[in-house]
């Protein structure tokens, strides 16, 4: 009764606005009182039968089928779910037991896979790259001739250096990103919130095959071609500069992921609690 009378009273509202915008104050769609009062009336007494029958329908069990229909594609969904987070954690395990694991983003992979609803596939810390790439737009066949989480020197990139061979060379920073599976819309707006706060702005929520995702995505980035074919283009003092401005962008992001540890650990203990 409330929804239908509020969803009438804003009808009326916009009659009103829509007579004093464009009727200059001339009764047209809203003719008089009686009319929206009337119209009022009727919104109340169709609110309070759909209020009366259904409750009937419901007390009869004539919505016991339906209601059992819905719970049945709910419980689908859970069950679903949790089979998908099993075989995202048997992977998970196997990366870690090949070493395959970034250890800079673990623990807060392990924080968010401690909780039920959540869980991780594909997550990086955040890493210093140097591409190369055979031509323009085919990334899917480009190798990689050094990949760094962590700080990196001179000496580091130039004997990574050593290897280019073929297609164009590049310098990249890429940002720390995480890909974490929830069971609702309620615990990936919770999440985001937690991912916005600890400094990933450019993250986001995602459909995926109809499951829920959150995307946790920070800002860092950085993209330089810096050579072709084996032959190094830039001078020295340039790639230096890329070095130095890569390591910056690189303790930037461990200070985010501290953040970000620390707020995952919050909303850990506070699920766990409730």
Known sequence: ???????????????????????HGIPVA????????TD???????????GIFGAIGIRKGEFKELLF??????????????????????KLEDARARKKVDKKALPIIEKINKMADFFTTSSCSGRIVLLEIPSPGKKRKARFLGRWHNEINMDMLEDALQNAKEGEIWFLVQSPIFHIFTISLKNAKALL???IQSGFKYSSIKSINGKVMVEILSTEKMDAPIGKNG??????????????IANLLMKKMDKKLKRLEKKVEEMQNILMAG
């Open 231 to 244: 032959k190094i283009y830039v001078s020295k003092e340039y790639l230096s500069m890329l070095v130095e």
């Open 193 to 195: 919130h937690v991912a």
């Open 1 to 23: 009764i409330i929804f239908t009378l509020a969803m009438g009273a804003m009808w009326e509202i916009a009659e009103f606005a829509s007579d004093q915008i464009f009727s």
């Open 40 to 50: 009022l009336i009727a919104d109340g007494i169709a609110g309070l039968l759909v």
């Open 69 to 90: 229909e819905i719970g049945k594609e709910v419980e689908k969904l859970h069950i679903h779910f949790f089979d998908s987070k099993a075989m995202a954690m048997k």
């Open 30 to 37: 809203q003719i008089s009182l009686h009319d929206t009062m």
